[in-house]
């Protein structure tokens, strides 16, 4: 026989785990030091300037 779940503790739990794994990775997207978003935008700006540089008229 099968086990009896409560289903909003299901939905609830469910929802709580969801919200872990988005904060996960909220932390691993906008966790980041100002000197490793500064160097990321630096590379960023290297590599559009040396595109635009390589562009014919």
Known sequence: MADIINLNK???A???AGK???AQE????FGRTKAEK???AAETAKLDRL???S???
């Open 20 to 22: 872990t794994v988005r």
């Open 10 to 12: 299901a939905r609830k």
């Open 14 to 16: 469910r929802a709580r």
């Open 26 to 29: 909220n932390r691993v997207r």
């Open 38 to 40: 500064q160097a990321d």
């Open 51 to 53: 595109l635009d540089d």
């Open 55 to 57: 562009k014919r008229d």
